[in-house]
């Protein structure tokens, strides 16, 4: 069964193509992480324009590099939400034409879901339940309870800004660039993460996340050290209480459900020290820890055809009429 991934819910214009849900024969993405950069975000309407530009090249080469054709697709899985409206929109409108013109079924995908899928498609497995799930990217921060292909319990959630976004500003803030996740693993790489002391928002308090007083915390360290800031400790630092964050409600959750997977996913868990931090914690717990390669945890579509594949008995009405969604939460309809 071969299905075609399309994504376009940001700055990544992505297509794949899959087989049978855990074999990925090509895998492509148009980044436009140039294009924004000098805007130090992404700006809608000019993803908008470079999606459109991108995605029919990118899905010549996608079926030329899987030795395939058009005709060889059995059904198409879309990214319909969340996400940027006018984005989400092209690969939407792409998907749908191409879904009416082959006469093949059409999945809308949720974006957020599918980072989990991306866990385990990196291990050439169809997803286990019921497992801990933990989505952090630019946009969410959401720990989760799985017990089935769209079955999710919320368990925490973020109250201000995402893990993401929290690198993205503090980067733009120390004027290390864009996007902010790398610069800042790369920058606090050889640094004390113990020189500075940052709080942990939220410790203890139950099941919540919030990162914008650890943004206000970074930024008045930032003031009060002038130009005596060692930026690689600083950077060390913050991926340290980050980490423990994270470490912290996911315990939690081992301990609250029973589960024997904790799947991490998401531009965000391409992080070093947070994947270290919480293999330790799966070891401590023996529970299997499972991890999206580096490209498997930013925006792409083979998590989008996979996660379509796995659901797409979940699917109801005429997926043709489907719209895009900016905001849409795990599980629902
Ligand atoms: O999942 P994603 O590609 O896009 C969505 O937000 O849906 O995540 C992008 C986010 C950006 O905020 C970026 O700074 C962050 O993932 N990121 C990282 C790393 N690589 C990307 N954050 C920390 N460490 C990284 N190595
Ligand atoms: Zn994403």
């Known amino acids: 069964m071969i299905t075609l991934g399309i994504e376009s819910s940001c700055d990544d214009t992505s297509i794949a193509i899959i087989k049978d849900g855990i074999t990925i024969l090509t895998s492509m993405v148009s980044s436009q992480i140039e294009i924004h950069k000098r805007f130090g975000g992404v700006v ?16 010549n080469e996608a079926l030329n590099a899987a030795s395939i054709t058009l005709n060889d697709i ?6 319909s939400g969340p996400g940027l409206l006018g984005p989400l929109l092209i690969g939407l409108t792409t998907a749908k034409a191409l879904a009416w013109y082959l006469k093949k079924p059409l999945i809308p995908v949720n974006h957020i879901e599918a980072h989990l899928t991306a866990s385990f498609l990196a291990a050439s497995k169809k997803p286990e339940y019921p497992f801990i799930g933990l989505i952090v990217s630019g946009g969410h921060s959401n720990l989760v309870y799985a017990t089935g292909p769209r079955k999710f319990e919320c368990l925490a959630r973020t109250l201000d800004d995402a893990p993401g976004e929290l690198f993205d500003k503090i980067a733009r803030h120390l004027g290390l660039g864009y996007p902010g996740g790398p610069v800042i693993q790369k920058e606090g790489e050889n640094g004390d993460p113990h020189r500075y002391t940052l709080p942990m928002p939220m410790r203890k308090k139950g099941y919540v996340f919030s990162f914008s007083g650890l943004k206000t915390a970074v930024i008045r360290i ?36 029973p589960a024997k997977t904790i799947a991490m996913a998401g531009g965000v868990a391409a992080n070093k020290v947070l994947r270290e931090r919480i293999k330790k914690l799966a070891d401590k717990h023996r529970v299997d820890l499972l991890l999206p390669t580096i490209h498997l945890c930013t925006d792409n579509a083979a998590m989008i055809a996979a996660h379509g594949y796995f659901s797409a008995n979940t699917v109801s009405g005429n997926p043709l009429e489907v719209n895009a969604v900016a905001n849409w939460e795990m599980g629902e309809g």
Do not use: W
């Open 74 to 79: 059995d059904q198409i899985a879309v990214t």
């Open 44 to 59: 809608p309407e000019v993803a908008s324009r470079k999606h459109l530009e991108a995605i029919l090249p990118l899905l």
């Open 222 to 257: 930032t003031q009060q050290e002038g130009k005596n800031l060692n930026c690689a400790d600083l950077c060390a630092a913050l991926q340290y209480v980050v980490a423990e964050i994270f470490a912290e409600k996911i315990e939690m959750a081992l301990k609250d459900r």
